[in-house]
C-alpha cells in the first residue's frame, strides 16, 4: 500500500495565505523525509485557500525536497491550452527528472465568476475536455497522433522523459476516459462521499494498455492522532465546517477549534455526519491503517492513497502524517 498526501493550503480564519503557504512547504519536506510517494497541490480560484496555481508552487516544493513525487491533484484543462499545460509539466519534468506528476480535471475550481475569468473570449465545447487530453498525451509524447491539426509542434523544452499524469475524478465516466488514454485515475471519495467499487473497477476492466501500466488512487481526508477521542477532536472543526457550509452559511476559513467545540449539533446534524464518514478515515494509527486496509480490499487491486488532513494546528496535523507513516512502515 502507498500512501501519499494532498494539501490544498488552506487559510486559517484567524490567519492568512502566506502562513497557509508556509505551512505547505514545511508539510511537503517532512512528507520527504517521512517516506510518503507523492506530495501534490491543488487548483481553487478565489475562496479560504491560498493559491490557485499548481505548476508555480510545484517548482517550489520539488526545490525544497529530494526524494518524494510532486504533483498537481489537479491542473483544470478546460481553462487553459494543452500545449501550455504541457510547456509547463515539461519545465517542471526537465529540472526534477522522475519527480513530477501531472493530475488534471476538469471541474471548475472556483465560483461562477471565477470560470467566467479564466474562460473570458474563450468557448469550450463540451467535448472538448477528451480532445485536450489527447492533445496533452501528443505534446508530452506519451501519445503521438501522426496527423495533429498542428503538425510536428514541439511542446518545450524537448525532452526524453514525461511526468506521470493522472485524471481525477469521481465517476465511472472519469474512470472510463482515463482508462481510454492509459493513465492514472485518482477516484475523488473525499469528494464525491462515498466509496464505489464499481468506478475503479471500469477503470481496471477498460484500461488499455501501453507503456503503462493502470495506476488507482482513492483520495480522502485524514484525522489521526495518537488516540481514538483526540483524533475525533482534531476532525470537529473539518465537520462542523462542512455542516456550515451545506446551509449556505459563510465560513472565512478554517474553523478555530474552539469555536467548533462550542457548536451544538442538532439530530440531523448528527445524521448528516454520519453520512459523510465515507469521505474520510479517522482515529489512531493503528485503526487508520486497518481502515484503509480493508478500502484496499474492498477496491480490489493495489490502490494507493492520498490524504488530505484539514486539522487547524499545523503540528498536529504534521503529528497524524508522521504516526500513521512510522506505523505503515512498522507493518512493512
Known amino acids: 500500500m502507498k500512501l501519499s498526501i494532498l494539501d490544498q493550503s488552506r487559510i486559517k480564519e484567524d490567519g492568512n495565505a502566506a502562513d497557509a503557504l508556509e505551512e505547505t512547504v514545511r508539510l511537503a519536506e517532512l512528507a520527504d523525509q517521512l517516506g510518503y510517494t507523492r506530495f501534490w497541490v491543488s487548483e481553487h480560484h478565489a475562496g479560504s485557500l491560498a493559491h490557485s496555481s499548481p505548476e508555480l508552487l510545484m517548482g517550489h516544493l520539488a526545490a525544497k525536497t529530494s526524494r518524494i513525487r510532486i504533483g498537481s491533484g489537479g491542473v483544470m484543462l478546460p481553462h487553459y491550452s494543452a500545449y501550455k499545460v504541457a510547456e509547463n509539466a515539461r519545465l517542471l519534468e526537465a529540472l526534477h527528472p522522475g519527480r513530477i506528476d501531472l493530475g488534471i480535471g476538469r471541474a471548475p475550481g472556483g465560483m461562477p465568476a471565477a470560470k467566467r475569468a479564466l474562460q473570458e473570449h474563450k468557448a469550450v465545447p463540451e467535448d472538448w475536455y477528451d480532445r485536450q487530453i ?42 472510463g476516459l482515463a482508462a481510454y488514454h492509459g493513465i492514472g485515475f485518482a477516484y475523488a471519495q473525499f469528494i464525491r462521499g462515498d466509496k464505489d467499487a464499481a468506478v475503479l473497477d471500469v477503470y481496471q476492466k477498460a484500461f488499455q494498455e501501453g507503456k503503462h501500466q493502470p495506476q488507482m488512487m482513492v483520495s480522502l481526508f485524514l484525522f489521526c492522532a495518537e488516540t481514538t477521542a483526540a483524533a475525533q477532536a482534531l476532525a470537529k472543526s473539518h465537520e462542523v465546517a462542512s455542516l456550515l457550509q451545506e446551509q449556505g452559511r459563510p465560513v472565512k476559513g478554517m474553523l478555530r477549534p474552539d469555536k467548533a467545540a462550542d457548536y451544538k449539533m442538532s439530530p440531523y446534524e448528527k445524521e448528516r455526519l454520519e453520512d459523510n ?36 494546528e499545523e503540528k498536529a496535523r504534521q503529528d497524524g502524517y508522521r504516526l500513521l507513516m512510522e506505523a505503515h512502515q512498522r507493518k512493512q
Not at 490502490?303 to 484539514?310: G, I, K, Q, R
Open 134 to 175: 489527447r492533445d496533452l498525451l501528443h505534446y508530452l509524447d506519451i501519445r503521438k497522433e501522426e496527423k495533429h491539426r498542428f503538425g510536428d509542434l514541439v511542446a518545450m523544452p524537448n525532452i526524453n522523459t514525461a511526468p506521470s499524469v493522472w485524471l481525477l475524478g469521481g465517476s465511472a465516466g472519469s474512470a
Open 277 to 312: 464518514r465515507p469521505t474520510m478515515v479517522i482515529g489512531t494509527p493503528t485503526e487508520v491503517l486497518q481502515q484503509l486496509e480493508e478500502l484496499e480490499d474492498y477496491y480490489g487491486g493495489e490502490v494507493e492513497f492520498m490524504l488530505t488532513s484539514p486539522v487547524y
